[in-house]
């Protein structure tokens, strides 16, 4: 794991402002690893062109959509937001996958330096499993909530703390799995040093000011790969 992360190409990453669709057109692009122009080439169409549906809010024709979705190997209805409500992996499985254990450098390639985990806490009323917002520093898990918000039931515990990806266009996806001991930061040089480091505030708002390190003691991973 790194310390911080390094974003992609300036060509593959997601741009913000735009609409709904355009935000959707990135964030699947620079999943790929593809340029603007690599797009417009699939997808028949002008870099200029994909750069304003990017940026600007824009509700293109069915058959620019459909041209998009195909060179982004997904599909019209899912660059429209159909299902962002359910959760992934609704569709069906490849014919032949493959179930492949990751090492501990891919699992910390996935993991990479930020994103969307989940993190089990035992609480009063039982078990809970919260996502939080998550960064990656000095090889430790690190994320921020409220002092009285259940994920700071995780401080002085043992957990386990997850993040997945999934393909729904290949059938395909990852996950990894860092267990180890959940203790509170309070050293307020440290505190200003995640506060700086962490890419995004966590997205539910509020005041969220307690930070929380996991130190791994394992890190395990699993790939499905469609053949």
């Not at 809010?57 to 019209?76: E, K, M, Q, V, W």
């Not at 039931?153 to 993040?163: K, L």
Request: with cysteine; charged share 25%; hydrophobic share 40%.
């Amino acid at each position: 794991m790194s310390d911080v992360v390094r974003p992609g190409p300036a060509a593959a990453r997601p741009v913000a402002g735009g609409g709904d669709i355009g935000r959707r057109v990135s964030e699947r692009r620079a999943q790929l690893g593809v340029s603007r122009a690599e797009l417009a080439a699939r997808a028949g169409t002008s870099p200029g062109y994909v750069r304003y549906l990017e940026e600007y809010p824009a509700d293109p024709g069915a058959g620019a959509l459909l041209r998009i979705a195909a060179a982004l190997d997904t599909s019209a209805a899912a660059l429209r937001g159909g299902g962002a409500e359910r959760p992934p992996g609704r569709g069906q499985a490849a014919p032949h996958p493959d179930l492949l254990e990751l090492d501990t450098e891919e699992c910390r390639d996935r993991l990479a330096g930020h994103g969307v985990g989940r993190v089990s806490v035992t609480t009063a009323r039982g078990p809970a499993v919260i996502p939080v917002n998550y960064s990656v520093v000095d090889d430790a898990v690190v994320f921020r909530t409220a002092p009285d918000a259940t994920p700071a039931a995780a401080a002085g515990t043992e957990v386990a703390f997850e993040v997945d990806h999934i393909d729904e266009a290949l059938s395909e996806g990852w996950s990894v799995l860092v267990v180890g001991r959940a203790q509170r930061v309070t050293d307020p040089e440290r505190v200003r040093r995640l506060t700086t480091a962490a890419y995004s505030t966590p997205w539910p708002g509020g005041s969220r000011d307690l930070w929380l390190r996991i130190e791994p003691t394992s890190v395990t991973g699993r790939r499905i790969r469609a053949r």
